[in-house]
């Protein structure tokens, strides 16, 4: 279970202050795959931050009764002039599981090669998701956050991540972002919608998805 209590985010943008969360009050119910939708710049990565506890709200908190990872695909909780495999451990250290576990079903996973071994900054973006993903489905969240990381890499590496991601699926809970209604359908079943900083709870996913497209054909109201 994940509740937002008097939940505010905002950034000032050229002179405007753009509300991306709006005194946001809701409770995510345990035991959902849940669809995070709305418009580009509607604020579904702040709202991924704010969950994980990487980025402060104005005003109100986030409180869960269980484990939440970093948003995937974002690589935040990496630091950039650490190799791979010194960030795995750092995490593994952090989470309380077993480093060398981890480290070696990240090595293997990522695909990374002597890269592994070598600065982050040094990553390309896919590189960096494929460590990220990889370490974080290392790890047994209660909820895994998820950003379009399912799309990175070839053919063959989407279908292992996407058959790893459905695996964890069946004893935790979701959040994922994707531009891709497919997916959307395939790993979640049932939606919240963010826009114009409200955030709506759906339990049908159809309907979700309708009411984001809805919101897709209309304008975007600009908050002063």
Not at 148 to 156: R, S, Y
Not at 205 to 211: H, V
């Amino acid at each position: 279970m994940i509740v937002f209590e008097n939940l505010t985010k905002s950034f000032n943008l050229k002179g405007f202050r753009q509300v991306v969360i709006d005194n946001l009050n809701l409770v995510l119910p345990t035991g959902h795959s849940l669809a995070l939708m709305g418009r580009n710049g509607a604020g579904k990565s702040t709202l991924m931050q704010i969950i994980a506890g990487t980025l402060q709200p104005d005003t109100g908190r986030v409180v869960s009764d269980g484990s939440i990872s970093w948003p995937v695909g974002l690589g935040g909780s990496f630091h950039r002039d650490l190799t791979g495999a010194q960030n795995v451990r750092f995490l593994a250290r952090v989470y309380g599981v077993d480093t060398r576990e981890l480290e070696d079903f990240v090595e293997d996973f990522s695909e990374l090669g002597k890269h592994f071994h070598m600065p982050i900054r040094s990553y390309s973006s896919g590189m960096r998701s494929r460590l990220t993903f990889g370490t974080s489905m290392g790890i047994p969240f209660d909820t895994y956050l998820v950003d379009e990381v399912t799309a990175v890499g070839d053919k063959a590496f989407r279908r292992k991540s996407q058959a790893l991601f459905s695996e964890r699926m069946k004893n935790a809970s979701a959040i994922l972002v994707s531009h891709n209604t497919d997916d959307l359908r395939k790993f979640c079943d049932a939606g919240i919608v963010l826009e114009n900083g409200r955030l709506t709870f759906l339990e049908d996913l159809e309907e979700a998805i309708a009411m984001h497209e809805d919101n897709m054909g209309r304008p975007k109201i600009r908050s002063a």
